[in-house]
Nanobody
Framework: QVQLVESGGGLVQAGGSLRVSCVAS????????MGWFRQAPGKEREYVAA????????DYADSVKGRFTISRDNAKNTVDLQMTSLKSEDTAVYYC?????????????????WGQGTQVTVSS
């Protein structure tokens, strides 16, 4: 099994930056790719970005492309999401997720392991 723990959420003003991190433990050799998703109150969980476990491939939702950057730290088994030019509509609980397959996938159903989430609030 893979365990995921997010950290780094908080309150930030619109236009500001924030970095959230996810540390993976357990059977990390089973991880092929990881993703970040978010869920705002009353809305469905939404894909944000994904990265291969090697860090060589990344993908982004159109809504965050050019503003968010996903990255891997192999030594620490972490996946970070650097968020810049934040908007009020970025407010949500951010979740990291892991899947066995190496392909990057935007569907939440494609991921087997999930963290507990971290709240990001952007004030306008």
């Amino acid at each position: 099994q893979v365990q995921l723990v997010e950290s780094g959420g908080g309150l930030v003003q619109a236009g500001g930056s924030l970095r959230v991190s996810c540390v993976a433990s357990g059977r990390t050799l089973d991880i092929g790719a990881m993703g970040w998703f978010r869920q705002a109150p009353g809305k469905e969980r939404e894909y944000v970005a994904a990265i291969s476990w090697s860090g060589s491939r990344t993908d982004y939702a159109d809504s965050v492309k050019g503003r968010f950057t996903i990255s891997r730290d192999n030594a620490k088994n972490t996946v970070d999401l650097q968020m810049t030019s934040l908007k009020s509509e970025d407010t949500a609980v951010y979740y990291c997720a892991a899947r066995r397959l190496w392909t990057l996938h935007p569907s939440a159903n494609a991921y087997e392991s999930w963290g507990q989430g971290t709240q990001v609030t952007v004030s306008s």
